[in-house]
């Protein structure tokens, strides 16, 4: 059974940071693209960064525009984990964010049908 739990979310005020983790179970880590989502009510589900699979010639990060120099996504493919750092906060960075995967993407900016999601951890940022 697959299971993807995000912890680090809370309430930070504006230019504070966070950093999100999320673990993984059941799956072949290395073998997935892993990737931060977030939403916020009565919108869609935005990418904020991916990562693809470790490969002898590195890892693609894609960021969104809206977090480009802010944030920072990595992984640790020996705790089947991948984090996001937050630094810079804004208000409008509020949002449930969410771990993904996904096997279908090799190289690039996260694009596949997504795998699995994980359950989601709230991000509040504060004036």
């Known amino acids: 059974q697959v299971q993807l739990v995000e912890s680090g979310g809370g309430l930070v005020q504006a230019g504070g940071s966070l950093r999100l983790s999320c673990a993984a179970s059941g799956l072949t880590f290395n073998s997935y693209a892993m990737g931060w989502f977030r939403q916020v009510p009565g919108k869609e589900r935005e990418i904020v960064a991916s990562i693809t699979r470790s490969s002898t010639i590195g890892s693609y990060t894609f960021y969104a525009d809206s977090v480009k120099g802010r944030f920072t996504i990595s992984r640790d493919n020996a705790k089947n984990t991948v984090y996001l750092q937050m630094n810079s906060l804004k208000p409008e960075d509020t949002a449930v964010y969410y771990c993904?995967?996904?096997?279908?993407?090799?190289?690039?900016?996260?694009?596949?049908?997504?795998?699995?999601w994980g359950q989601g951890t709230q991000v509040t940022v504060s004036l």
């Open positions: 993904a995967a996904d096997r279908s993407t090799v190289w690039g900016r996260m694009r596949g049908a997504i795998d699995y």
